[in-house]
């Protein structure tokens, strides 16, 4: 089992850039494809990016595309989302996730393989 902390969320201004970090224990760690979702208040929560227990492959919702970046470091048990050209709109809560199990594949574009969030880090866009 992989339990997660992220951390890195702020205020920030329209185009600014955040690192969001995801700190993950457990020795299977580098077992688990990872994944970032985030809430914003009364909107459901959205998977963002997504990547392979490899960090080969990757995902990312059309609403990220081509200003979020996600990544991995297996030997520090750390996911990263660099989130450039911010915008008030992603102004939410964001959690990083573990895949659900290593059983079966995984599908990185499905939400539902993915579950166990943290707590979470308040990221706020202003304009």
């Known amino acids: 089992q992989v339990h997660v902390v992220e951390s890195g969320g702020g205020l920030v201004q329209a185009g600014g850039s955040l690192r969001l970090t995801c700190a993950a224990s457990g020795r299977t760690f580098s077992n688990y494809a990872m994944a970032w979702f985030r809430q914003a208040p009364g909107k459901e929560r959205e998977l963002l990016a997504a990547?392979?227990?490899?960090?080969?492959?990757?995902y990312y919702a059309n609403s990220v595309k081509d200003r979020f970046t996600i990544s991995r470091d297996n030997a520090k048990n750390m996911v990263y989302l660099q989130m450039n050209s911010l915008k008030p709109e992603d102004t939410a809560i964001y959690y990083c996730a573990p895949q659900r199990s290593v059983v079966a594949p995984v599908r990185l574009s499905d939400p539902s393989h993915f579950g166990s969030w943290g707590q979470g880090t308040q990221v706020t866009v202003s304009s």
């Open positions: 990547i392979s227990w490899s960090g080969t492959s990757a």
